[in-house]
């Protein structure tokens, strides 16, 4: 089996002060057809064609939102979810229908509110933060303490926090570097003595809209309560500040419950020739515990599993085996992530790709495949406050070597095969939270590349429901994975990855 050298990404370094905009993903290289577009067009303009009509994975879709709805870590909703999908997988067809068993986490959010109590009296639009602490049955009443950035919070005295709220809006510079403050808000406000944080919503929308997401205690700070805060009420503190002094109220009766047991969903398409070697696909099954979970990731594991769902059904077989999964517990700690790597051991260099959906099923422009620019986390991984960098971002055409180029040109002739859909494109990148620990040990990563215009409206939101979901650009996505999967476990040479460091 030959392999193609492996792409080298030049990624930009993030801003120390996290300030600075999250670096521009390139817009994507258009296809260039060779050989692999004149082996496999017939094929590919039939599952092209069988997903423009398919109208079973937007009702599975459907049924997931409205049915079973959102699906947090350690929830019933969630185990049901789970066996609904082995369900789901065994009704279709596939082979080794399994779930693998995964302890996750059980954070409950319990009843919760936030006000302002001086210098006016009224209700702020809350979520609190996943794995945050409650506040005291009383809840907390403090003066808060307004920032921008975590230089400016640094640089204030510890006097000037102890025992009061920490209200920190960065403004909007891409979620790679919101999510930063997300993660790493609290405990940075708790070594400098506040007694909780709020702190502005990870989103470009201001629609009263807050959202939710996980957060990161430090091993050297106490864990104090924290919670996202709409962009308006971040906004509006910022100018009652000016005035004078702000009081709020906090209360939130969040704990974390003894894990629970539930697990990855995985399923087949066994390889017809070498069914050892594997292209794995999926998203994750877990959602947050607002709205439907629907772009995020209900469309994520309902498009991948119809894209394997068709192949078997118009029954093709490729060379190499393909596999299905729904991961679990991508949201908080990707308890799934690092089971599933556990479990392969020395066995992971059997995936020769690996395509991860987490980024909603909007209108697709192509793939996203390369090497990642810098270590990968989990859902809780990353380190107190640090950014998510565009995977791609920096990337140069012209400085790849003539082996490397070789390897985007697989790429660039493989997303010709996607111009019926308007999806023959490839961009530098790709990958996810799910299949970061084997994409660490040198899987291909591979990942839809959207127009993503409103995926960070609704995500982690309320919002985040099945009517978000437009039934053509969920086709397009379908069928976009189904060939690009199956080129990937059919065609004779293989892509690589490039090895790195995954942190846990």
């Not at 599975?60 to 019933?76: A, K, W």
């Not at 909007?362 to 793939?367: D, K």
Request: proline letters at 6%; a negative charge.
């Amino acid at each position: 089996m030959k392999r193609l050298v492996p792409i080298v990404l030049c990624v930009a370094a993030a801003s120390a002060s996290l300030m600075a905009q999250e670096p521009a993903r390139p817009a994507g290289y258009p296809a260039v057809p060779g050989p692999l577009t004149a082996k496999y067009q017939a094929t590919a303009d039939k599952i092209l064609a069988a997903a423009m009509s398919d109208t079973d994975g937007y009702a599975d879709l459907q049924y997931l939102c409205d049915h079973i709805g959102n699906r947090n870590s350690g929830t019933p909703q969630l185990n049901t979810a789970i066996a609904w999908g082995a369900d789901l997988m065994k009704k279709a067809g596939l082979s080794n229908v399994h779930v693998q068993p995964v302890m996750v986490p059980h954070w409950v959010r319990g009843e919760e509110d936030a006000e302002f109590v001086a210098p006016v009296k009224k209700k702020m639009h809350m979520l609190g933060l996943g794995m945050s602490v409650g506040t005291p049955p009383e809840g907390i009443t403090a003066e808060v303490v307004f920032v921008h950035t975590f230089d400016e919070l640094d640089a204030l005295a510890d006097s000037a926090v102890k025992g009061k709220i920490v209200v920190l809006n960065p403004g909007w510079h891409g979620y790679g570097v919101n999510s930063g403050y997300r993660t790493g808000s609290a405990s940075r406000a708790a070594k400098k003595g506040a007694v909780a944080v709020l702190v502005r919503a990870a989103t470009p929308l201001a629609q009263q809209l807050p959202h939710t997401g996980t957060l990161v205690y430090a091993e050297d700070a106490p864990k104090i309560p924290a919670a996202a805060i709409s962009i308006e009420d971040a906004t509006m503190i910022e100018r009652l500040t000016k005035e004078g002094p702000v009081t709020v109220h906090l209360k939130m009766d969040a704990q974390r419950l003894p894990d629970v047991q539930a697990g990855n969903v995985i399923g087949e398409i066994p390889g017809s020739e070498h069914p050892e070697q594997i292209v794995v696909l999926g998203g994750h099954i877990d959602s947050w515990d607002v709205g439907q979970g629907a772009q995020d990731d209900g469309s994520g594991i309902m498009a991948t599993f119809e894209a394997v769902s068709l192949l078997h059904k118009l029954g093709l077989k490729p060379k190499r085996t393909v596999r299905i999964v729904f991961w679990v517990n991508e949201e908080t700690l990707g308890r799934g992530a690092l089971a599933y790597a556990k479990e392969l051991g020395d066995k992971v260099s059997t995936h020769v790709a690996a395509i991860e959906m987490d980024g909603g099923a909007e209108r697709p422009l192509g793939m996203n495949y390369g090497s990642f620019g810098g270590p990968r986390g989990g859902g809780g991984g990353r380190a107190s406050g640090a950014p998510r960098v565009n995977p791609g971002a920096g990337f140069d055409m012209s400085k790849l070597s003539p082996e490397d180029k070789k390897s985007v040109d697989a790429m660039l002739d493989l997303v010709a095969l996607l111009k019926p859909i308007d999806a023959a494109t490839w961009a530098p990148g790709g990958g996810g939270s799910d299949i970061g620990p084997i994409v660490a040990e040198g899987v291909p990563a591979l990942s839809p590349h959207t127009v993503g215009e409103h995926y960070f409206d609704w995500h982690h939101t309320e919002a985040d429901s099945f009517d978000k979901v437009d039934l053509t650009d969920f086709r397009k996505n379908i069928g976009m994975l189904a060939v690009t999967a199956y080129v990937l476990a059919d065609m004779d040479e293989t892509l690589v990855g490039h090895k790195g460091t995954f942190r846990d």
